[in-house]
């Protein structure tokens, strides 16, 4: 399965100074260890080496190191497949330490904060855009890879994710479903999500994967979502094919806290999702609620499109420096998935 860059259509869509990352195809019919192979060929494995040994070093406390690293083969026995083969087949691949595959897929859980919008237009269509912010853009910005996963020759679900890492922060069940999820600060992370993990919950990121694969609709979906035991505190952000079908739903480690559906008939025709519960105020040093929501009221339910989505997403400092891809999407319109690259904008 091959990658192709797509920062040509980035340019015909008229985004000034941003360029779609790679569009690859995982084949989920091929084995789990085999099948992220074909994408590492596109990159310099010396590079990737170098960028996994810097993420760990400066994100993964040194205690987690040391927890991980002599029980690493032991810990496939509390992963589940597909992610267990995958992350051991792209060690294998790389020439780096399963631990060390572990500990970046943990990395990549740890940090992610983002704003997410779902919206329905004044024709019932739903669209659903996110801002993914992370630290290490000048890494992230080279190994940001937009995926089909394939089944029996067709898209089975498709997703926005970083090279080396098995989960989705942003993905699409075609004609089904989309869901993003930003962070929510439970405070004592890692203890916390170590402990979870130990006992056989889900890294937030999994579930979303696994949710596009298993949910046969947008119900189905936000309720894996919201029952599912995870080992992190999230949100996730959901939207459908038909009105009113968007959600966000606020997770505790073992359930929901909160569900925040659309109303658009009570006037709330858009949800904005940053880090912070959606009942409490932002602190001052990062309000990209505020900004957001006034540029979503500015726009208008009746101009709400993919375009008009993605430069509401583009107002400062909904958009930031830590800002790595823009993604805007709708279950209803799949091809129309994109997903822009936006450091140094």
């Not at 869901?179 to 999994?206: C, K």
């Not at 940053?274 to 609620?289: E, I, L, M, V």
Request: proline content about 6%; hydrophobic content about 45%; glycine content about 8%.
């Amino acid at each position: 399965m091959g990658c192709r860059p797509w920062a040509l259509l980035a340019l015909l869509c008229g985004v000034a100074g941003a360029a779609a990352p790679l569009r690859c195809n995982v084949s989920l019919d091929s084995p789990a260890e085999q099948r992220w192979l074909p994408v590492l060929r596109h990159f310099e494995p010396a590079f990737l080496r170098a960028a996994v040994q810097r993420i760990i070093d400066e994100s993964v406390p040194k205690w987690v190191h040391q927890v991980i690293q002599p029980i690493a083969a032991e810990l496939e026995l509390f992963m589940p497949q597909p992610f267990a083969g995958e992350i051991a087949g792209m060690c294998k691949a790389l020439g780096i330490k399963l631990g060390d595959g572990i500990l970046l897929n943990f990395a990549y859980e740890s940090t992610a904060f983002c704003t997410s919008i779902v919206a329905q237009d004044d024709k019932g269509n739903i669209y659903h855009g996110r801002n993914l912010d992370y630290a290490f853009v000048d890494i992230l910005s080279k190994i940001t890879l937009d995926v089909q996963f394939i089944k029996g020759g067709q898209v089975a679900y498709q997703g926005t994710t970083f090279l080396g890492y098995v989960g989705l922060w942003t993905g699409q069940s075609p004609h089904k479903f989309t869901i993003s999820g930003d962070e929510r600060d439970g405070g004592r992370w890692w203890e916390n999500a170590i402990a979870a993990f130990f006992n056989r919950n889900y890294p937030v990121s999994w579930l979303v994967r696994d949710t596009l694969s298993q949910a046969e609709d947008f119900q189905a979906a936000v309720l894996r979502l919201a029952d599912i035991p995870i080992i992190a505190e999230v949100y996730y952000i959901v939207g459908g094919v038909s009105p009113k079908e968007g959600m966000v739903i606020t997770r505790n480690r073992r359930g929901p806290a909160d569900l925040w559906p659309l109303d658009p008939l009570g006037g709330a025709w858009f949800r904005v999702e940053t880090n912070y519960d959606h009942w409490t105020t932002p602190p001052p040093f990062d309000d990209r609620r505020t900004a957001a929501i006034k540029a979503l009221n500015a726009t208008g339910q009746h101009n709400i499109n993919f375009d008009t989505l993605f430069k509401v997403l583009s107002v400062k400092p909904v958009l930031n420096n830590n800002t790595v891809y823009t993604t805007v999407m709708s279950a209803a319109l799949p091809d129309r998935y994109q997903t822009w690259m936006r450091a140094g904008q």
